[in-house]
Every structure is written in C-alpha cells, then in structure tokens.
C-alpha cells in the first residue's frame, strides 16, 4: 500500500462503506456518531411519531453554541459597554446583525420546540417504564432552556433586558424561605447591576450550557439503554405483538418490546454476570424491521439539521432582534414585561404573588416531574389514554393562555386592554 | 430524498449568500463610492482621479473617550473639513465655522444630535425608536452650546443667557426642581435636556402647556414665541455631560463678558477701583494688563499671598479659563464701567426694608411667582379646589396671622377639595422648610406683609 | 429510488452543502476581522505647515512621531518608536541623531541605524495635505527615508 492509503487508513480505520461490516463500524469505532446504534428500527424513523422534535431542539442548542461563541468575541459583560457593544454588533461588525438575529430567533425556537417534544413525549406516552427517569431529566432539560434564555435575555443590557430581569427576579423572591437569598445571590446585590450582569453572563455562556450539555448525555445515553426512539407500538401487527414478552414487570399484560435476539447481528459481549434483565438489551427484532443507521437514520437526522439551520437563518434575515434604549434603573416602562415565557407567570403573579408566582408553577413542576410515577396505566395506546392526554391538553392550553393574556391582552399598569392596543412600554 | 436533500442544501447555500451579501452591501459604501467619484472630478490628473476611485471603503469613526462618544458621521459625512466641497450636495457638503470644534476632537452628536454609533441614514440620524437624541433641527442646534458652556455668556446664542434669565424670574423654580432646588408640583428638569431632546415639543409646552400635556396644571405664561424658543434653548441645554479632563478645562469661554460677570459676582469693586471709580483699599486695575503680563495676573488670581504677602486678597478658587475671563475684561475695563456696577450695586438699606428686599429676592428666585403672580394676584386655575384658582395673597393678612402664613410656606398646605367624587386639586402649596432656611421664610412673610392691601371699612 | 438518481442527487446535495461550508468559514474570518478599532486612528492631521518650526524636528508624544521641516526640502514624519523592542527614542540636537534609552540604539537623521541593537531603520510615515490645508499622516503608508512634502509658503 502506499503511504497516501497508509496515511488515510491509519485514521480512517472501518471497512469501506459499501459493506455491511463497514457501516456498522462507522458507527461504533467512531467516537461523535457511536451514540446511534448500528442499525435502527424502521419506525423510528417516522416523521410524524416524534416529528423529530428532540433532534430539532438539540440542533437549535448547537446553533445557539456556534452563534453565541461567535457573538462572544464582541462582546463584553460591563454595564453599560455591553449595549454600545450590542450597537456595534448592529452597525460595525460584517454578519452582526445576522448572528445576533439567528442566536435570538434560535433561543425562542428552542423554547417553543423543547416545549412541543415534551408534549409530544407525553402523547405517546413515552415516558412510561422504563423511561420514567429520563422523562424527569427532560424536565430538567427544560428548565434550563428557561434559564439560559432568561440569564441571555439581561446581556443586551437595555430597558426590555434590564426591567424584564428586574421582574422575572422579583418573581423568584417570593419563595418562602429562600426567595430573598435566591435573589440575592443571581442579582450580586439588592437589585440589578453590573454585579447582576457579570453573573448573568456566567452562568449563560459557561454554568449553564455545561449543565445542559452533561444532562443532555445523559439523556441521550438513557433514550438509547431504554430501547431508542420512541415508536408507535401499538400499530405493531397483532402476530408480532403476540411475541412480544414483558420484561420487569412479568404481572403487567401489556406489551413492551422485546429482545429476540438475531442470528445475523454481530454483539459485543461486556461480561458475563448472573440476574434478570431490568431494560432492553439490545433493540433489534427481525431483520426486515431494522435498516443501518447509515445512510438511512443519519441522513434523515442531516436533513432535519439542515432544516432547523436554513429556517433560522430565514427567519434571521428578515427579522431583527429588537434592541431598546440604554437601561436606565430610574425610568420603568409601564407595562415592564418579563420574557414572553415568563410572562405566564406575571400574569399569575398578578393575581397573587405567593399563590400564582411560587405555589402554582412549583406545584406545576413537581407534577410534571412525577407525571410517569403517578400515572400507573401501562398501555401507550392513546385510546387508552383518554383522561391523561385530556389532563395534559388542559395544562398546556392554560399555559398558552396566560402567555397570550399576559402578551397582547396586559397594558400599562397591567390593566387589561384590547390586544390591537399598541402598547409602546418604553415610552 | 435525495431531492430534498439537495433541495435544504441549495437553500442553505442560497441563504448564506444572501446573508453574506446583505453584510456586504451596506448604503454607507455606496456614499463612499459616491463621494470618491465627486472627488476624483475635482482632481486635476489621471494619476490622482484614478487614486480618488481606488480608495477601499471604510467606517471611518471619531473615539471620544472624553465625550463618552463615538461619532462614525464622516462615513457618509465625508467632504466635512473639506473647503473644496463647499457647494457639494449632502451628505457630502463642506461644514464652514468648525474651528475650534473640530470632528477629529469634538466629533459631530455633541452638537447635532443623532446616533454616532450607526453607520446607517436612519439610525444615524436618530429619528428612530429607542434614541432620546435625534438629529436637531437647524433652528435648534445652537442651543447645543449650552450643554458644556453652562456659565456666562456664548457669543452667538443669546438665547440661552435669556432662557436662563427668563427662568429665574418667571417663577418656575415654584413647581419646578433644578439642581435641587425647586418645589415637586412638576417635573424635576435638571435633566430635562437629557431626557427631552425634542425641541418642537418642548416650545409648544411653553406657548400652550395644556396642548401638549393635557392633563397639566402648568398655568399659560402667556409667553411670546421669542421667549418660548429662548427657554427651549436653556432646557435643551439642560444636561449634565461627564467629560474628561480636556474639555472641562476648556468648557468655560475666556471672553471679557463672561469676565465681567465674575467681576460683578466676586464684588471686586468691594477692594478695587478702576480708573479712581471704586474703592481704595486695593489697587487701581485700570490698564494692568499693559503693567504686566498674563502670566502674572493669571498667578495674582490663584495666590495672591504668593505675589504680595501679607495681602489680604482672597485666594478665589476659580478654574483656568475664568481667570482668563477676568483677565480679558480687565484689558477692556473702563471708570464708566466701574460706575454702572457701583449704580447697579444694592443701596444701603434700613434693616426693616434690607429684610423686604430678600423677602421679594426670594419670592422670585424660588418660583412663587409662578402660582401666586408677579403681583402676587394669584388666579392661576386650579381646578376643584374651593374658589377654582390659586389665591391672591395680598389679602392673606385678613385671613391668616403673620405666624401662621409662616407656618403654611413651612410645612405647605394641601387646598381643600371642591367635590370629593372628583379628582383632587392638582396644585398645592408645597413644604419649604427643607430648602428655605427660617429666616429667609420670615424675610418672604416681612415682604408679603408689606405688601397686604388693608381691607376696605365695613 | 434508482441508484443513479440518488448519487446524482446526493453528489449535487453535497456540492452545495460544501459550497455553503466553504462560504461560511470564510465569513468567519471576515466576521473576525475588526470594521472598526478602538484605538487612536492611524491617519489623522497634525496642524498646519505654519505650527511646525525649522530646525529640530517636533516630538507628538500622541502620535509618536517627530515632525522634520527643511527649509528647502519640505516635511517628513519619522516614527518614534525603536525598530528593537518598541521604546520610544528621544532626539538628540546636539549629534543630529535618535538615541533609545532602552537598549542603546542609535539612528541617523535619516533614521538608518549607526549602533545597537536596532534591525531595521526608523520608519517614515507618508504626509500629505488635506484639503483643509493641515498636515495628515497616514501611519499605515510607510515611504522611504528620502519622501519629503513640499508646501508652497
């Protein structure tokens, strides 16, 4: 072999792609993609089961990195050059606005998608056994998306940044017991500041994403022990339901998929220990059902990134992020909104600050967090399911409700007011 | 699916081209282009016009760190110190009469107005949400002057010594706050020309109050459009600048005028005379500028010891560019002079009627005049409160004793209520004990009383 | 699909998705590449031909540059900044000659190095005339030690 080839094979090192051994390596030698498995189910591949929201919301937080990183190099976290570097970004810096567009409009995305994949996990009842962790590490995932838009919303450090923090954090100090020292310890002092601002920026470009990205591994990783994406089982074919066995739960009738192992797919034996299986093992059934990761699930997850990148870059184009005048700690605009995802809770907050801004929503959390311990009925089928799906349909539509009250229908003073009102907050 | 792949990368492509080209084509390389072409028919040779074209476009940007500034107006605003471009259409025309305030050092917002941070018409301009500062109209932009030359006056800008002049006396101070001192019925403006840099709306505030603030209680003054424009000129000039160490050295205009203010102010005529007019105790000042040289009067006004030990001069503690000032008006100091600020000066007075006259000072300079008139008629509106208007006060003697007039200006006095359904009156009588000391809230009572009409016989 | 078809497809997919990554990085650099800096600006004037005397150039501890002005031969910048390490040289008129108190260079009036440490000669900057009549200096336009203005009196 020359040593061009010796070169290329030294750090290619998997059998060529025509092969089957070669497509199976590209996956489990390669140290980014080794997360998928060699072959996947054909239903997991179906758009509209999962709409591929989880992808969506993961590809949008890769944008947020790429284009924050970028934003980074302009920017710096002091009151009040942070807004005359805000403006530079706008005026000086070539692809500025762009950038700042696409980290804004993508934040707001990953809101509103990491929200529609928790409603869609919960319709397909996917968070039922084994999965019942992942579905709270999700949560997680979810209210660090809320915190990492809300410490980003301060950094522009103008009146809508600095009033709409003045207010989420007010919100947070009506916890009983810790809600002063809450603030206290976000804000670096007894109200927003520089101090507010430094923190702010740490726990937005370093605390926080690491945070999102250790929890992320983790829930990949599980998605993956729990038997890989979610998929329609309750279409299975009768005769193929037939065979499938339970596992953990011999009791339960319902049926959860199963290992049948196969004869032509290669394993790698870890150990070999004594005791019942707790979860899936691996996920194949028979060979038909599953087709290789490569080119078929990688491509489709290419497709859906590209997707996710050329709409925010749309968007991005043709909307700006808007950008008021220098915050000024002496004048409020009347009304001061929080973060539209935040703004839920205002309205909450407006009817009773202890009740609506720290009882519901803890309450809210905790039973989202306990949703697959409380609800006990094994079957994913959605005819099965018509109380659940209806409870969480009324939860979300309340949500959307108070968000779209406390948006269009809230004006100065927070009286209510028509929604075509212009409401001009800073003037 | 492969179409759609193919399809997502060509869009993408697309975008990226589009975004990288929208970066690329901002309006302010097409005015560079423009402008290199004016320039380059002006210039005699090819050598030089090809030169002229081949010039790479570039935001060209002013760092005032001083100004706590950035002025990036001669991107567009490229033929500013160039005489050649004298009859250039905009933006390209040349600004006459800069010196001293030239772009390189003063940039061009402090002025102007605008938004010196953008590189687009729009923005730059300011006329845009979200910036309190936009572009002045013509008329307006000398009023600018008095964002840094705050004392004395600005050759050029009468406006402004009337506005201030016109302020002081005409009692807004009544209602109004300014560096600290002023009632709370309206607005504190010590920063009004920070907050409110619109001027058509600030002279129609002053022509017709309630057009412009419906709701305001702020009564019509009555004032001509020349007074109107004048106290818009003082209000815009109404901001507090933070400014390094340069241009507050050079703020205050060493001019003889502004000298002959300090002159007055410091009561030199107390110690000196010019020409024999005045008194003995100091020097004669007539022609000592032609006795000695700046330098020396400069150090005779910081130290006077240091020149004369043993003088009984006082070290007045006054920046550079006033001791300039004073030394500039002593070049031009007459006995003519020295009489009118003798004439001018306070008459020695009984001490009864020395009391009236601080009492009168003060019912003017703290803006009681304002509500209650010059003539002390009151009649401003004041709607719902028993007898609809402010009260005069020259009756207030039948009504109230000495003591508990003195009382009321002390702690103010809310004025009771016509009907209770409808809102409260909107004036009142505010609390001066914070801000006027007891004596000169008695001297006020002493003028007030000397003014009371006696009752006519039952 | 046929297999054509998809390698057609997928190869021109791929072409303008590399396309787009090769557009990208290369905005990434621009997007790098300062517009504006915060910094005193690299041209900018000194004042008029009338400000500057004969004789010993004028120090511009600003600027860094001295000012020359022969009576015959015009005005040249010269940078006062030693081609060493940086430190700013001093004008010596006694010897005609740039001396650095940091490491003992020594250059001639025409900025060629005599002695030291130095590598290379001072720089000269181009100067020129704006149209308002005042002296700018472009410090990223060097020219050789012999450029001379002429100024009509």
Request: a neutral charge; charged letters at 20%.
């Amino acid at each position: 072999m020359n040593p061009i080839q010796d070169l290329w094979q030294s750090i290619v090192r998997r059998d060529p792609l025509s092969t089957d051994k070669g497509k199976s390596e590209l996956v489990f030698l390669n140290v980014w993609l080794h997360i998928h498995p060699a072959k996947v189910k054909r239903e997991n591949l179906k758009l509209k089961h999962t709409w591929y929201l989880g992808f969506i919301t993961f590809f949008l937080f890769l944008i947020l990195v790429t284009t924050g990183v970028a934003l980074m190099f302009y920017y710096r976290p002091n009151a009040p050059q942070a807004y005359q570097d805000v403006k530079d970004l706008q005026f000086v810096v070539f692809l500025g606005p762009f950038l700042r567009n696409m980290h804004r409009w993508a934040a707001h995305g990953m809101v509103i998608s990491v929200f529609f994949h928790m409603c869609r996990v919960f319709y397909t009842g996917s968070y039922k056994r084994p999965r019942q962790f992942n579905w709270m590490i999700g949560v997680f995932l979810f209210l660090v998306t809320l915190g990492l838009s809300f410490t980003g919303y301060l950094l522009p450090w103008d009146q809508l940044a600095f009033w709409a923090i003045t207010v989420g954090t007010n919100i947070g100090s009506y916890a009983p017991l810790v809600g002063k020292q809450l603030r206290e310890l976000l804000l670096g002092g007894h109200s927003v500041g520089e101090a507010a601002l430094l923190r702010f920026y740490v726990l937005h470009v370093a605390v926080l994403p690491g945070v999102m990205v250790l929890l992320t591994m983790v829930h990949f990783w599980r998605v993956r022990k729990d038997g890989g994406l979610s998929r329609p089982v309750w279409k299975l074919e009768p005769e193929k339901a037939e065979k499938l066995v339970t596992i953990g739960a011999p009791e339960a009738p319902a049926p959860l998929s199963v290992a049948l192992a196969s004869k032509d797919k290669t394993y790698g034996l870890m150990e070999v220990v004594t005791g019942k299986p707790i979860f899936e093992t691996v996920t194949a059934e028979e060979e038909e059902d599953t087709t290789f990761s490569y080119p078929y699930a990688f491509f489709r997850e290419a497709v859906a990134l590209m997707a996710t990148v050329t709409g925010v870059m749309a968007i991005s184009l043709f909307w700006n992020a808007p950008l008021e005048e220098l915050a000024n700690p002496a004048k409020t605009p009347n009304p001061a909104k929080a973060p539209w995802y935040f703004l839920g809770l205002q309205e909450l907050v407006s009817h009773s600050a202890l009740l609506g801004g720290v009882v519901v929503p803890a309450l809210a959390v905790l039973a989202l967090l306990a949703v697959p311990y409380l609800d006990t009925n094994p079957s994913r089928r959605p005819a099965d399911r018509k109380w659940a799906n209806r409870a969480f349909t009324i939860f979300v539509v309340v949500n959307v409700v108070l968000i779209v009250v406390g948006t269009f229908f809230r004006g100065p003073g927070w009286a209510l007011v028509a929604p075509w009102t212009h409401i001009s907050g800073a003037e | 699916m492969p179409q759609f792949f193919f399809a997502l990368s060509l869009i993408g492509l697309v975008l990226i081209l589009a975004a990288v080209w929208q970066a690329s084509t901002p309006t302010w390389k097409t005015y560079q282009r423009d402008f290199h072409q004016l320039e380059a028919q002006g210039e005699p040779n090819s050598l030089a016009k090809a030169a002229a074209l081949a010039t790479p476009p570039v935001i060209h940007q002013v760092l005032l760190t001083g100004l706590q500034r950035v002025d990036r107006c001669t991107t567009c605003h490229l033929g500013v110190d160039d005489p050649t471009m004298k009859n250039a259409a905009q933006p390209f025309r040349f600004h006459p009469n800069l010196a001293p305030h030239t772009p390189a050092k003063f940039g061009c917002t402090i002025c102007h107005g605008g938004q010196g941070l953008a590189t687009d018409k729009a923005n730059a301009h300011g006329r845009v949400p979200f910036w309190q500062e936009p572009l002045l109209p013509k008329d307006y932009i000398r009023a600018s002057c008095g964002r840094c030359h705050k004392e004395g006056e600005v050759p050029g800008v009468p406006e402004l010594t009337e506005g201030r002049r016109l302020f002081e006396t005409q009692g807004c101070r009544g209602c109004h706050k300014l560096n600290g001192v002023g009632g709370s019925i309206g607005p504190d403006l010590t920063e009004e020309g920070a907050s409110r840099r619109f001027p058509e709306w600030l002279e129609r505030h002053f022509l017709t109050p309630s057009a412009v603030s419906p709701s305001s209680p702020m009564p019509n003054f009555n004032f001509t459009k020349e007074q109107a424009r004048a106290l818009t000129y003082y209000m815009l000039s109404l901001t507090s600048e933070e400014m390094g160490t340069y241009y507050s050295s050079v703020r205050l205009i060493p001019s003889a005028s502004y000298g002959r203010e300090l002159f007055v102010e410091k009561n030199c005529i107390a110690c000196h005379n010019i020409g024999g007019v005045g008194a003995k105790n100091g020097p004669d000042l007539l022609g000592v500028t032609k006795q000695h040289s700046t330098g020396w009067l400069d150090e005779q006004l910081v130290n006077p010891e240091l020149v004369y030990p043993g003088s009984i001069m006082p070290a007045y503690d006054l920046a550079t560019n006033a001791r300039k000032a004073i030394v500039a008006y002593m070049a031009s100091a007459t006995p003519d002079d020295a009489q009118l600020i003798l004439s001018q000066r306070a008459k020695p007075l009984t001490p009864q009627d020395a009391a009236i006259e601080a009492g009168k000072q003060n019912f003017s300079r703290f803006g009681c005049v304002g509500c209650h008139g010059l003539q002390l008629q009151g009649g401003v509106p004041n709607p719902n409160s028993q007898g609809g208007e402010v009260p005069s006060l020259l009756h207030a003697s039948d009504d109230y004793t000495k003591e508990e007039v003195i009382t009321i200006i002390r702690n103010g006095k809310v004025p009771p209520t016509e009907n209770t359904a409808k809102p409260a009156p909107p004036l009142y009588m505010p609390s001066w004990k914070s801000v006027l000391s007891d004596e000169d809230i008695n001297r006020i009572a002493d003028y007030l009383w000397s003014l009371q009409k006696k009752k006519d016989g039952w | 699909m046929k297999r054509r078809s998809f390698i057609g497809w997928g190869t021109a997919g791929l072409a303008a998705l590399w396309s787009a990554v090769g557009v990208s990085l290369g905005a990434v650099v621009r997007f790098l590449t300062p517009s504006v800096y915060y910094e005193p600006p690299q041209t900018f004037k000194i004042g008029n031909p009338s400000d500057f005397p004969l004789g010993p150039p004028t120090f511009l501890a600003d600027e860094k540059i001295f000012v020359f002005r022969d009576r015959d031969k015009g005005f040249a910048v010269a940078s006062a900044v030693c081609t060493h390490l940086g430190c700013t040289v001093g004008y010596s008129q006694s010897d005609e000659r740039f001396h650095c108190p940091c490491h003992g260079s020594v250059f001639g009036a025409n900025g060629a190095v005599q002695h030291g440490p130095a590598p290379r000669p001072l720089e000269w900057f181009e100067v020129t005339l704006a149209r308002d009549g005042q002296l700018s200096v472009d410090k990223d336009k060097v020219v050789p030690a012999a450029y001379r203005l002429m100024v009509e009196r």
